[in-house]
């Protein structure tokens, strides 16, 4: 099974730019349908981005559609979020997980995913 580790969070002001990267631990990873999710505190987890095996197709959620770019780069077994014009509601752990789907019906659930990471703060100031 794969392992994930995020990794470029941090502090940036609103209206600034933060890139996210998760790097796998197998090349298993090229199998796998990957999203990104986040959760601030005492929120629920929502989806934010998501990228099929071959990166052929994305999904985004209406909040960041515009804003944030996914990519994988599967040579490299990584996957980034690259995230524009942030905003103090961007705030929260974003996770990345891997998971074998299939439908975009399921892309933006998170039931639909295996494996996580263990998150990285992005925190954004007004």
């Known amino acids: 099974q794969v392992q994930l580790v995020e990794s470029g969070g941090g502090l940036v002001q609103a209206g600034g730019s933060l890139r996210l990267s998760c790097a796998a631990s197998?090349?298993?990873?090229?199998?796998?349908?990957m999203g990104w999710f986040r959760q601030a505190p005492g929120k629920e987890r929502e989806f934010v981005a998501a990228?099929?095996?071959?990166?052929?197709?994305?999904y985004y959620a209406d909040s960041v559609k515009g804003r944030f770019t996914i990519s994988r780069d599967n040579a490299k077994n990584t996957v980034s979020l690259q995230m524009s014009s942030l905003e103090p509601e961007d705030t929260a752990v974003y996770y990345c997980?891997?998971?074998?789907?299939?439908?975009?019906?399921?892309?933006?659930?998170?039931?639909?995913?295996?494996?996580w990471g263990q998150g990285t703060q992005v925190t954004v100031s007004s």
């Open positions: 990228i099929s095996r071959s990166g052929g197709s994305t």
């Open positions: 997980a891997g998971g074998e789907v299939y439908s975009a019906d399921y892309y933006t659930s998170a039931t639909s995913y295996d494996y």
């Open positions: 197998e090349r298993t990873f090229r199998t796998y349908a």
